[in-house]
């Protein structure tokens, strides 16, 4: 999801994009950055690929480390010998959840899944392969088409009366609309190391949607949802594994290499409910 939005934004700055799907490149194949560096000849290189299902990974430890690990280290390698500049995302999920306030991008990871680790462990050899790469930590990304609750959100608060999702759980999180505004201005400014790059404030997953009901109500009156319920993790369908309860990323830092502040994330969400027509 958050390629297509870095596609788009990157071609609406008038830049020449050049993109795969996962089923026109296995990003885990043996010489497959080589080969794709020595025929597109970028000047830039975004890894937008990851597996990003908690699940997935703990079913799938192996498929995990290729593409969250070993797969965004090699790459970073062969951008560094071929002197191209090379984006890595990462993630919140790094972390345990235990701090007080938002993490910083020099706090210790200690991640709670498979995932976390994998994601952890992928930062540590990009930036060990490449000090010139830039990794970009992202959370609770959202967007038209996206598989996260928060992408589906607006449509099951339009479709049912009463919503129940997980609580106990504060963040930070992000419009790749935005997301991607963000990425694409640090490569501009040649950022290198650990930034962070979601929008400002903490909310909850409650607290979104109240609001995402909130701007829906306003514009509409066909909208069914008349309760939203917090349940515990554990008595969510689909989640088992643990999630970190509290994962505000600092941004403070990407604001000063940027020279501006990012937007709030309720102006995401307005952004994003407006681009599909709410």
């Not at 026109?24 to 043996?30: F, K």
């Not at 908690?54 to 970073?76: F, H, I």
């Not at 040649?190 to 997953?205: D, K, L, M, P």
């Given at each position: 999801?958050?390629?297509?939005?870095?596609?788009?934004?990157?071609?609406?700055?008038?830049?020449?994009?050049?993109?795969?799907?996962?089923?026109?490149?296995?990003?885990?194949?043996?010489?497959?950055?080589?080969?794709?560096?020595?025929?597109?000849?970028?000047?830039?290189?975004?890894?937008?690929?990851?597996?990003?299902?908690?699940?997935?990974?703990?079913?799938?430890?192996?498929?995990?480390?290729?593409?969250?690990?070993?797969?965004?280290?090699?790459?970073?390698?062969?951008?560094?010998?071929?002197?191209?500049?090379?984006v890595h995302l990462g993630t919140d999920y790094i972390f345990d959840g235990k701090k007080s306030s938002a993490y910083l991008p020099t706090d210790p990871p200690s991640p709670l899944?498979?995932?976390g680790q994998d994601k952890a462990e992928g930062e540590k050899r990009v930036l060990r392969a490449n000090p010139h790469a830039l990794v970009v930590r992202l959370a609770w990304v959202y967007g038209h088409g996206g598989k996260t609750f928060m992408s589906k959100l607006p449509g099951i608060l339009a479709e049912k009366e009463v919503v129940e999702l997980a609580g106990g759980r504060t963040g930070s999180c992000t419009y790749a609309g935005e997301a991607a505004r963000i990425i694409l201005d640090l490569a501009a400014k040649?950022?290198?190391?650990?930034?962070?790059?979601?929008?400002?404030?903490?909310?909850?997953?409650k607290e979104y949607a109240e609001k995402a009901l909130e701007k829906m109500k306003a514009k509409s009156g066909k909208v069914a949802c008349r309760e939203i319920r917090e349940l515990p993790q554990q008595k969510i369908v689909g989640l088992k594994v643990p999630r970190p309860a509290f994962s505000p990323l600092d941004i403070s830092g990407t604001e000063k290499v940027l020279g501006r502040k990012i937007p709030a994330w309720e102006q995401g969400l307005a952004e994003y409910l407006k681009e599909i027509g709410w």
């Open positions: 999801m958050t390629g297509r939005y870095l596609v788009r934004e990157a071609k609406r700055r008038g830049m020449e994009v050049t993109a795969f799907t996962r089923q026109e490149l296995d990003i885990t194949r043996s010489d497959a950055a080589r080969e794709t560096l020595a025929k597109v000849k970028p000047g830039l290189v975004i890894n937008a690929a990851s597996v990003t299902s908690l699940e997935t990974c703990e079913e799938n430890p192996v498929l995990s480390r290729k593409v969250n690990c070993e797969a965004p280290e090699d790459w970073a390698k062969e951008c560094g010998r071929a002197g191209v500049r090379f899944s498979r995932y040649r950022a290198e190391g650990i930034q962070h790059g979601v929008q400002a404030g903490n909310t909850t997953w």
